[in-house]
Nanobody, 121 residues
Framework: QVQLVESGGGLVQAGGSLRLSCAPS????????MAWYRQAPGKQRELVAQ???????SYADSMKGRFTISRDNAKNTVYLQMNSLKPEDTAVYYC???????????????WGQGTQVTVSS
């Protein structure tokens, strides 16, 4: 069974930085798109940033210029560098990946368990 494992969340003061990481546990064949979402208390889950296998990226408007998504295809890992954090960035951040488990299989979307990011004012 494949699981996405996230790390790097925590408590940080406003203006600070955090770097989140996410990688699948278990053996896989390849990963297509990878993305980060977040969900604040009482709000819907929203897309933070997305990156294709080829390196194309897209960001939510409120994160542009502050957050950077990157990935290491050799390590099957996606990162989210978050700078100039604001209290309104406080949320649970979820990793999302479109994974092919075997060469002959179709891809399937997996979600991580979430990592808490808390930004204090």
């Amino acid at each position: 069974q494949v699981q996405l494992v996230e790390s790097g969340g925590g408590l940080v003061q406003a203006g600070g930085s955090l770097r989140l990481s996410c990688a699948p546990s278990g053996s896989i064949f390849s990963i297509n798109d990878m993305a980060w979402y977040r969900q604040a208390p009482g709000k819907q889950r929203e897309l933070v940033a997305q990156m294709t296998r080829g390196g194309s990226t897209s960001y939510a408007d409120s994160m542009k210029g502050r957050f950077t998504i990157s990935r290491d295809n050799a390590k099957n890992t996606v990162y989210l560098q978050m700078n100039s954090l604001k209290p309104e960035d406080t949320a649970v951040y979820y990793c999302n990946a479109d994974i092919r488990r075997w060469r002959w299989s179709s891809s399937q979307v997996y979600w991580g368990q979430g990592t808490q990011v808390t930004v204090s004012s």
